[in-house]
């Protein structure tokens, strides 16, 4: 039988290596995530063409994705090959089970980088995940924790002192719940500061902790043996989450470069948008503004028809019909935006004169937007029609759509008539226009709406996929309310 002293000494041994183990294999996640972020940071950059296609954008991305992985798992291998052979003998995973797990957060760096540079909030979210991906990683990799408290604590003779024993156990002291309660406080004060990145920091080490102690411990190393091929298509899978999430990080990067280039051109000195002889919209110095309001002529003016106070719907049915000439503006924006926004570019002029395109793959929508002085009522009318002048030379059917709605109800609400084509844009009538080429659309208005009233109309225009990064050449007139 072996001393006491001699147990002592191998209980201090046997808890020594847990730490060791532990001190080493955080080193080793440290320096991985802090040579991922010195590549993103100094090698990871938006594209210098403000209309990237989706191809290079992918490209960037995955070479962005591939490129941490592999500064990461360099900057592992760095700490890996100068530690003591004793410790990496004890390691509690190989290295390349060590980068696979690792690398499931790594992956996330180049999106987590371009979106900071942005002020994003997404950053923080991004860096929530990334790090809740690496603690479970590493929660199930690494191997079963050794309970020393069997050999550290003295055994009793008689199992009745047992109960005894437990009530004299002081509860071990656990400062994860006051880290994960600081970061949570830390991560919303910083958001209110605009700080994301920091934010990022602070909530990605709240959520490792509470992950790593909501996961289960893993299974014995004999039942782990096949997890290699499993840790490879985990990492596959949040790989191509990642590539993803990058180009949409790259997309939101160059729309917010040129909307802040557009802003700075429209500030400067003569740099504001100009309509050449052409009619095209030119803007000197950047490639596209963010959305556009193409004005009316300024000096057309709107003729709303008076109507009587009180007038019953079924009073007459001789009455002369309403005619109001159009006069809003013309609006083109882009998905995921639903009108134009705060830094829309403005100018006068018509759809038939300039030539409004999108500077890169996403579509352009195009409105034309009335709204009218006075309410109307929806029932003294059956039908409504639109007046328009096509002068579009590119070949493929356009559809126009009228949606009425009421600004002054609570909610907005709104009825639609429906879609009319374009007959002059449909296969088989189509021909080159040297002139606008006029065209009534007729739309019908349903006895019963869910709207008594209305004071602004809505005509979009709905071009096939030759027209989706072009402004139709069409133009609105005026709109004929017919009586019922």
Same mark, same amino acid.
């Given at each position: 039988?072996?001393?006491?002293?001699?147990?002592?000494?191998?209980?201090?041994?046997?808890?020594?290596?847990?730490?060791?183990?532990?001190?080493?294999?955080?080193?080793?996640?440290?320096?991985?995530?802090?040579?991922?972020?010195?590549?993103?940071?100094?090698?990871?950059?938006?594209?210098?063409?403000?209309?990237?296609?989706?191809?290079?954008?992918?490209?960037?991305?995955?070479?962005?994705?591939?490129?941490?992985?592999?500064?990461?798992?360099?900057?592992?291998?760095?700490?890996?090959?100068?530690?003591?052979?004793?410790?990496?003998?004890?390691?509690?995973?190989?290295?390349?089970?060590?980068?696979?797990?690792?690398?499931?957060?790594?992956?996330?760096?180049?999106?987590?980088?371009?979106?900071?540079?942005?002020?994003?909030?997404?950053?923080?979210?991004?860096?929530?995940?990334?790090?809740?991906?690496?603690?479970?990683?590493?929660?199930?990799?690494?191997?079963?924790?050794?309970?020393?408290?069997?050999?550290?604590?003295?055994?009793?003779?008689?199992?009745?002192?047992?109960?005894?024993?437990?009530?004299?156990?002081?509860?071990?002291?656990?400062?994860?719940?006051?880290?994960?309660?600081?970061?949570?406080?830390?991560?919303?004060?910083?958001?209110?500061?605009?700080?994301?990145?920091?934010?990022?920091?602070?909530?990605?080490?709240?959520?490792?902790?509470?992950?790593?102690?909501?996961?289960? /411990?893993? =299974?014995? @190393?004999? +039942?782990? &043996?096949?997890? #290699?091929?499993?840790? $490879?298509? %985990?990492?596959?899978? *949040?790989?191509?989450?990642?590539?993803?999430?990058?180009?949409?990080?790259?997309?939101?990067?160059?729309?917010?470069?040129?909307? /802040?280039? =557009?802003? @700075?051109? +429209?500030? &400067?000195?003569? #740099?504001?948008?100009? $309509?050449? %002889?052409?009619?095209? *919209?030119?803007?000197?110095?950047?490639?596209?503004?963010?959305?556009?309001?193409?004005?009316?002529?300024?000096?057309?003016?709107?003729?709303? =028809?008076?109507?009587? +106070?009180?007038?019953?719907?079924?009073?007459?049915?001789?009455?002369?019909?309403?005619?109001?000439?159009?006069?809003?503006?013309?609006?083109?924006?882009?998905?995921?935006?639903?009108?134009?926004?705060?830094?829309?570019?403005?100018?006068?002029?018509?759809?038939?004169?300039?030539?409004?395109?999108?500077?890169?793959?996403?579509?352009?929508?195009?409105?034309?937007?009335?709204?009218?002085?006075?309410?109307?009522?929806?029932?003294?009318?059956?039908?409504?029609?639109?007046?328009?002048?096509?002068?579009?030379?590119?070949?493929?059917?356009?559809?126009?759509?009228?949606?009425?709605?009421?600004?002054?109800?609570?909610?907005?609400?709104?009825?639609?008539?429906?879609?009319?084509?374009?007959?002059?844009?449909?296969?088989?009538?189509?021909?080159?226009?040297?002139?606008?080429?006029?065209?009534?659309?007729?739309?019908?208005?349903?006895?019963?709406?869910?709207?008594?009233?209305?004071?602004e109309i809505t005509v979009f225009f709905i071009p096939d996929?030759?027209?989706?990064?072009?402004?139709?050449?069409?133009?609105?007139?005026?709109?004929?309310?017919?009586?019922?």
């Open positions: 039988m072996g001393s006491s002293t001699e147990a002592s000494a191998f209980a201090i041994e046997a808890g020594a290596r847990p730490f060791s183990t532990r001190r080493f294999t955080g080193y080793l996640v440290l320096a991985g995530l802090t040579n991922a972020a010195i590549a993103a940071l100094l090698f990871f950059h938006l594209p210098a063409s403000h209309q990237p296609s989706l191809v290079s954008l992918f490209v960037r991305a995955f070479l962005a994705v591939a490129g941490v992985i592999l500064a990461g798992a360099a900057g592992s291998r760095f700490y890996w090959n100068r530690s003591a052979p004793v410790v990496k003998a004890d390691a509690p995973l190989s290295f390349l089970r060590f980068v696979l797990v690792n690398a499931e957060a790594w992956v996330w760096v180049p999106a987590i980088v371009l979106l900071s540079r942005q002020d994003s909030p997404a950053c923080t979210v991004l860096s929530a995940l990334g790090a809740s991906l690496l603690s479970y990683g590493l929660r199930r990799a690494l191997p079963r924790s050794t309970d020393l408290q069997d050999l550290q604590s003295p055994k009793f003779d008689f199992e009745e002192h047992e109960i005894f024993l437990a009530t004299l156990r002081t509860p071990p002291r656990e400062l994860q719940g006051y880290i994960i309660a600081f970061s949570l406080y830390s991560t919303g004060y910083l958001l209110i500061k605009h700080f994301n990145l920091s934010a990022g920091i602070a909530l990605a080490i709240g959520a490792f902790l509470v992950v790593w102690y909501l996961t289960f /411990e893993p =299974a014995p @190393a004999t +039942a782990r &043996a096949s997890t #290699g091929n499993h840790s $490879v298509r %985990r990492l596959a899978s *949040v790989t191509a989450a990642a590539v993803l999430v990058t180009i949409y990080a790259l997309l939101f990067g160059i729309a917010h470069r040129n909307r /802040e280039e =557009a802003a @700075a051109s +429209a500030t &400067a000195p003569g #740099g504001g948008g100009e $309509v050449d %002889r052409s009619g095209t *919209v030119k803007v000197p110095g950047i490639s596209g503004f963010e959305s556009v309001i193409l004005w009316s002529a300024p000096e057309r003016k709107k003729i709303v =028809a008076p109507q009587p +106070a009180n007038i019953s719907p079924f009073a007459t049915r001789t009455r002369k019909p309403l005619v109001i000439h159009f006069d809003g503006a013309y609006w083109y924006f882009q998905p995921p935006d639903k009108s134009p926004g705060p830094h829309a570019h403005q100018t006068h002029g018509s759809p038939l004169a300039v030539d409004i395109g999108t500077n890169n793959f996403f579509p352009l929508t195009m409105e034309a937007d009335q709204k009218l002085s006075r309410a109307i009522r929806l029932a003294l009318y059956r039908e409504i029609q639109v007046t328009i002048e096509n002068r579009d030379n590119l070949p493929g059917p356009i559809a126009l759509s009228v949606v009425l709605i009421d600004t002054a109800a609570p909610g907005m609400p709104s009825l639609s008539l429906g879609g009319e084509p374009v007959l002059s844009s449909e296969p088989g009538r189509f021909s080159l226009k040297s002139a606008p080429t006029e065209e009534v659309l007729r739309f019908f208005v349903p006895e019963r709406a869910k709207i008594g009233k209305f004071d996929v030759a027209h989706s990064q072009v402004g139709p050449k069409i133009a609105i007139q005026q709109f004929v309310f017919v009586p019922r």
